[in-house]
Structure formats: structure tokens, C-alpha cells
């Protein structure tokens, strides 16, 4: 097998990997979710992270953020999806998660700046959402808001544009669900994980 096939099937194994013990912290706290779909889901992700940084596009430094967003991503959306919750059984500890990531990322190549930023991002992105729903109870969750301030912290470190491009394509991804679904109610969180996932994995492009 050619080294990059074998790095990119260890890749998404490992990612598949990910979801069962996610599926398992879910169903504990009554959100079941899909194993397989999670299972591929992360799969695809991690796969697809792994590609950008074997083609030279992505600084190895970068990687393990995007990697860590996308394990917690995968069986966050679906839980969602599935029983409009974000529970805090996965929304909190991807504090800790992405902050290690996040400090890998600033001690392996990245510098100090990436961890300024992912604090101040926490705090803005956090902090914003916390307003919306204040202002408007209906239009957000309490989960929203919690997941809100960890992926704060991915856009922060990914680069300041990274976190109002995240916000709007945020909405306007759930704003087109809304639309084609005709639903009064449309989660908003695979929305915000999607949109942050897209600046993770391309934070230049932001």
C-alpha cells in the first residue's frame, strides 16, 4: 500500500473510532444517535483534514484543531439534528479538547498569537450568542450558546475574519434549511459546527 493510502485509511479509521465512545457518552444522557452515520461522518472528516495537510496546503501545526473540531462535530450535529439538544455531556468537554488543541497548535509551530486569539474568540463568539438569545430567547439554545464559546475559540485561533464568516454562513445555512423544510424551528447547531469546520479547514480562506 503507497504511504499516503496508508496514511489516509489510518486516518479515517481513526476518526470512525471516535464515535462509538461519543455515541455511548449520547445515549447515557438519552440523545442516541446513528453509530454508523457518526462513524462516517467522522470518518470523511478526518480524512478529508488529513488530505489538505498531505497536499501541503495545511501547516502541520494546524492539524490537530481541525481534528479535534471534527470529532466532536460529527456526533454533535447529528444529536441535533435528531433531538434538537446539544448536550453538555460533549459541548463541555470540547473546552478542554480544543483548548489542548488549540495549545498544541500555538507550541508546535503556531505561536502565542494563535492562543491570544482563541481566547478572545471564545469570549466574543460566547458572548455574542449569549446576547441573541437573551435578546430573542426562541432563536437560540442554551447549547448553542455553550457550543458557541469553544468553537469561538477554533475561529479565533484560525484567524479573526474566521469568526464573522462562521457567524453569517452560520445563519444562513440555517436559514436555507428553514426555507427548504418550511420548519418553524430549525436547529442551529450543525449549522455553526459546519461553518466553523469550513474555517478550520480552510482558516486562509476566511
Not at 471534527?70 to 480544543?98: E, G, I, N, S, W
Not at 434549511?177 to 474555517?199: D, E, I, M, N
Amino acid at each position: 500500500m503507497p504511504p499516503t493510502i496508508f496514511v489516509l485509511a489510518t486516518a479515517a479509521a481513526a476518526g470512525a473510532a471516535t464515535a462509538p465512545p461519543a455515541a455511548w457518552a449520547l445515549d447515557r444522557v438519552k440523545a442516541p444517535i446513528p453509530v454508523r452515520r457518526a462513524a462516517v461522518l467522522a470518518a470523511v472528516g478526518v480524512l478529508l483534514v488529513t488530505a489538505c495537510w498531505l497536499a501541503g496546503s495545511r501547516p502541520a501545526w494546524w492539524l490537530p484543531v481541525p481534528l479535534a473540531l471534527t470529532v466532536v462535530a460529527a456526533p454533535l450535529a447529528l444529536a441535533d439534528l435528531r433531538h434538537l439538544r446539544l448536550p453538555d455531556v460533549l459541548t463541555l468537554p470540547a473546552y478542554p479538547l480544543f483548548g489542548a488543541a488549540i495549545g498544541a497548535a500555538a507550541l508546535g509551530g503556531g505561536g502565542p498569537s494563535v492562543a491570544v486569539r482563541a481566547a478572545a474568540g471564545a469570549l466574543l463568539f460566547g458572548a455574542a450568542h449569549a446576547a441573541v438569545r437573551s435578546a430573542a430567547p426562541h432563536s437560540l439554545g442554551a447549547g448553542d450558546v455553550k457550543l458557541a464559546g469553544s468553537l469561538g475559540a477554533v475561529l479565533g485561533a484560525a484567524g479573526w475574519p474566521a469568526l464573522a464568516v462562521a457567524a453569517v454562513l452560520a445563519a444562513l445555512l440555517s436559514l436555507a434549511v428553514a426555507l427548504v423544510q418550511r420548519a418553524r424551528r430549525v436547529p442551529h447547531g450543525p449549522a455553526l459546527l459546519a461553518a466553523t469546520w469550513l474555517c478550520a479547514l480552510f482558516p486562509g480562506a476566511a
